[in-house]
């Protein structure tokens, strides 16, 4: 078999899809043809292949043709025949093999990069000697879709209270998310520098660079409470009095 320009690793072998146009062979000379996708379907940029199966060839003692003008849109990328040699010029493929070949297939693997939609590639068989050329032809036809989107990364918030400041920073970097405003709270509970809350919370699923705000313990209030300062207030009064 003749190989020209194909890719390793580049066949796919799916679940077979048939579309296929084919004639009875005529007995004696007449040779026939018919064709499938493998895939039907693949995503924008993916790979398929079109095989074209020759039939009612055995008795022939010429050469056999096939010639495929591949439609935009799809980059061929190899053929290959057996017992025969292609050759590819832009869209257009043609091979060449012995007679007798009954059952032979030519390949074609193409690259879908002309964005989503149906695609339908016509193959044509042909010898010197066919007496029968109208079954000479097989469609294919191959429906490209959008490739499947990724969801964006995310990451899941975790409980920082009671942390301090420079740990959860660190934390929240390498959960890939973003410190917000540091908001300063008393508390008479937890101790000065340590995290009070997030905002949001732990267990938050949050898009990666998300911005969290965090509200971090000033540690205890030094302002006197109200009744205590009447107190004060009264007491240097009646020293300054006396």
């Known amino acids: 078999m003749a190989v020209v320009g194909v890719s390793c690793g580049t066949f796919v072998q799916p679940a077979m899809a048939r579309k296929s146009v084919r004639a009875d062979a005529v007995a004696g000379s007449d040779v026939a043809m018919m064709g499938v996708a493998m895939p039907a379907s693949v995503p924008d940029g993916g790979v398929g292949v079109f095989i074209f199966t020759l039939s009612g060839a055995a008795t022939i003692t010429d050469h056999v043709t096939v010639t495929d003008m591949v439609p935009d849109g799809l980059r061929v990328i190899g053929a290959a025949i057996p017992l025969g040699r292609c050759s590819i010029a832009g869209q257009k493929v043609t091979c060449f093999t012995l007679g007798g070949t009954d059952g032979a297939q030519l390949m074609i693997a193409v690259t879908a990069d002309g964005g989503p939609g149906t695609y339908d590639d016509t193959a044509t068989v042909s010898t010197a000697s066919d007496p029968n050329p109208a079954n000479n032809t097989a469609s294919v036809q191959l429906t490209v ?4 989107t990724t969801p964006a990364p995310s990451c899941t918030t975790v409980d920082l209270r009671g942390v301090p400041l420079a740990a959860a920073r660190r934390v929240l970097a390498a959960l890939h998310l973003k410190v917000g405003a ?7 509970t937890v101790a000065r520098g340590l995290v009070l809350s997030t905002r949001p919370g732990s267990g938050a699923t949050l898009p990666n660079g998300s911005v969290v705000r965090l509200a971090v313990s000033s540690g205890a209030s030094e302002r006197r409470p109200r009744h205590l300062r009447r107190v004060v207030g009264s007491s240097n009064s009646a020293r300054r009095a006396g």
């Open 145 to 148: 879709v959008p490739p499947p």
């Open 182 to 188: 540091v908001i300063k709270q008393a508390s008479r």
